[in-house]
């Protein structure tokens, strides 16, 4: 096995295929988009190429990626796979050959939707990150976000009965026999032109659920933002947080194959997991060496 806790310069089937079979508790990986960009930092130098080739070079280069994945993936383990959506459904093919479908999250990267060229053009300011699992039984952390004041100001209707506020929603589709029990059970508001609702107290929700639409880890912009360490596709720190949070516990081992500034690392030890970071790009490494702060040994083709 590899050492722990390590950013490794190597190409990445390469460095999977020194790793033992189900040890790793969490794959997350930012891969190519294969835009044909060529990412540069400000003062112009290249920091990689976005470009792999046409979908059968792209098939070539994942699938073997993904079957070492599946290799090296515990059996409890979680997968995300962060892309574009024009790279995606074949991304989405292949991760279905070989692992198990769990849900795909949107993350938006900006509240106002950048990238529409024109105005009769639809923004696409989104990265999907697809997520699936090694097996049925799996990691996965609740994530609530408490009610924000908006929402809590729905909540303006008080039952003077049990002395609690609470909200009204319409009732869709409940049938009459399940109406006629909610209204035994005081859960039933009419209004005063005799509409039924259904009713939430306060108390009852005070958290909601986490949507797979995530719309408040804000993307970085070089010279916008302290964060940003001159890494072209430099993910934010929010973003890795909720992903490592969720699918990961204390002491787990998290790898990013296609670490880039090293943002997935920085935060896996931030929360006490243990990593694998690798790379082929030097200034990524170099980049993700100064994030870590530390003085992890860099490997390249094998050599220390
Ligand atoms: C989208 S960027 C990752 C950005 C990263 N999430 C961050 O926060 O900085 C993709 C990275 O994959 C790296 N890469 C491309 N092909 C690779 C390969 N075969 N092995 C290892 N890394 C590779 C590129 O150098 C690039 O840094």
């Not at 400000?42 to 699938?63: L, R, S």
């Not at 639809?122 to 097996?135: A, G, N, P, Q, V």
Request: glycine share 4%; net charge neutral; with cysteine.
């Amino acid at each position: 096995m590899i050492e722990l806790n390590k950013i490794y310069c190597i190409d990445n089937l390469e460095l999977m295929k020194q790793i033992d079979d189900n040890s790793i508790n969490l794959i997350y990986s930012d891969i190519l988009y294969n835009t044909g960009s060529t990412f540069k930092t400000k003062d112009n130098q290249i920091a990689y190429v976005d470009k792999i080739g046409n979908t059968e070079d792209v098939i070539n280069f994942y699938e073997p990626r993904f079957q070492e994945m599946k290799r090296i993936l515990h059996s409890t383990g979680t997968i995300l796979i962060q892309c574009d959506y024009r790279l995606s459904p074949y991304i989405q093919i292949l991760l279905d050959k070989y692992f198990m479908f769990q849900d795909k999250i949107i993350w938006k990267k900006t509240e106002t939707g950048k990238g529409a060229k024109a105005l009769k053009a639809l923004s696409k300011d989104y990265d999907e990150i697809l997520y699936y699992t090694k097996s049925s039984k799996f990691t996965a952390n609740k994530i609530s976000k408490p009610n924000d004041v908006v929402s809590l100001k729905e909540f303006k209707y008080f039952d003077e009965n049990v002395e609690k506020y609470f909200k009204i929603v319409p009732l869709g589709m409940y049938s009459k026999i399940s109406v006629d029990k909610m209204r035994e059970n005081n859960e039933i508001y009419t209004s005063r032109t005799g509409k039924d609702y259904k009713k939430y107290y306060l108390t009852d929700i005070n958290e909601t659920c986490l949507s797979n639409i995530w719309v408040d880890c804000h993307n970085l912009y070089n010279g916008e933002n302290k964060e940003m360490n001159d890494y072209p596709t430099q993910k934010p720190k929010s973003l890795l947080e909720r992903i490592v949070h969720m699918f990961s516990s204390k002491n787990d081992i998290v790898a990013d194959f296609f670490c880039g500034s090293g943002t997935t690392l920085v935060i896996a030890k931030e929360l006490d997991r243990q990593y694998i970071g690798c790379d082929i790009s030097e200034m990524a490494i170099k980049i993700s060496e100064e994030r870590l702060n530390n003085n992890n040994t860099i490997y390249k083709n094998n050599k220390e």
